[in-house]
């Protein structure tokens, strides 16, 4: 592994924000809910918590509201756990793959087979290798799926891989910074480069009182007010953003700078790709 001393913390974000569009793009497209719903599931929130949940089993309401967050409780209870009654997790697992492989196939068109596919894949794979489960739920239950055989699954598993890795460790620094889940949803917005509040209340499942109280206990701290962050609230997101990528700097460190800048370019040419076909036009996070 590559010492701290010697490598370059940007790279940590930007390795994130270059592969980051290759998985999450699955949520904004019809073939999630196509793929899904196929298995019994109902389309939109159902499959969207019942196919990120299906790792870890068939988990209650409980597991799902604390690895993602930053969503209602009222909301996963609402999906989870009668979501496991139309179809098995095993079913969710297979049907979110063939969904990623469909959605990838059709956004990319002919760099979907392609060399850089394939070279990105096994870059992913090599980076996530040495990560450990320790504290990672999410991504723990996904490293524990099989690898795909074929480039292109594999190079969205290994995307989901390094995304949930990262995630779970957002969650820790949020968790630090005693941050609620709605209170990280509201402060994120508040930067300006998340949701508006509307999308975020109708996409997480946040009633307007709930969102209210939670802002006041923000201003109660002196982390927002009527213009937005505070000054104190502009530091504590931007310490949030360091101490994440500080957290998700382990399979960048061990890919070393030269692999992880030949990630930055394959992900952000094939996430470039992504975006100019209309990935991410409709789904889940756009309605």
């Keep these: 592994m590559v010492s701290a001393d010697h490598f370059d913390p940007a790279l940590v974000g930007r390795a994130h924000r270059a592969i980051d569009p290759l998985h999450s793009h699955l949520y904004f497209a019809p073939e999630q809910d196509e793929k899904l719903s196929a298995v019994g599931l109902?389309?939109?929130?159902?499959s969207y918590f019942a196919g990120r949940a299906a790792p870890m089993g068939a988990v209650g309401a409980g597991a799902v509201t604390a690895t993602f967050y930053n969503f209602s409780p009222s909301l996963v209870a609402h999906m989870i756990p009668r979501a496991w009654t139309l179809a098995s997790p095993e079913q969710a697992l297979a049907a979110r793959l063939d969904a990623a492989r469909a959605s990838l196939t059709r956004l990319l068109g002919e760099a979907a087979g392609s060399a850089e596919v394939a070279e990105l894949a096994g870059l992913l794979r090599e980076a996530s290798a040495g990560l450990t489960p320790e504290g990672r739920p999410l991504f723990a239950a996904h490293a524990d799926l099989p690898w795909p055989e074929e480039p292109l699954p594999a190079m969205w598993h290994g995307a989901t891989l390094l995304r949930e890795h990262r995630g779970d460790g957002h969650v820790a620094v949020?968790?630090?910074a005693g941050l609620t889940g709605l209170e990280a949803l509201i402060t994120h917005c508040a930067t300006g480069r998340g949701f508006t509040d509307a999308a975020a209340k109708a996409t997480r499942g946040w009633r307007d009182e709930e969102w209210d109280g939670a802002c006041a206990a923000l201003a109660q701290r002196g982390l927002i007010d009527d213009a937005g962050l505070t000054a104190e609230g502009e530091e504590?997101?931007?310490?949030?953003e360091v101490q994440t990528d500080a957290l998700a700097a382990d399979p960048w460190l061990s890919l070393g700078p030269e692999k992880t800048a030949r990630v930055v370019e394959l992900g952000k040419?094939?996430?470039?790709r992504l975006v100019?076909?209309?990935?991410f036009g409709q789904g889940i996070f756009g309605r």
């Design 276 to 279: 100019a076909a209309g990935a």
């Design 269 to 272: 040419g094939l996430s470039r």
């Design 236 to 240: 504590l997101r931007a310490r949030i």
């Design 174 to 176: 949020l968790l630090h």
């Design 42 to 46: 109902k389309p939109g929130r159902m």
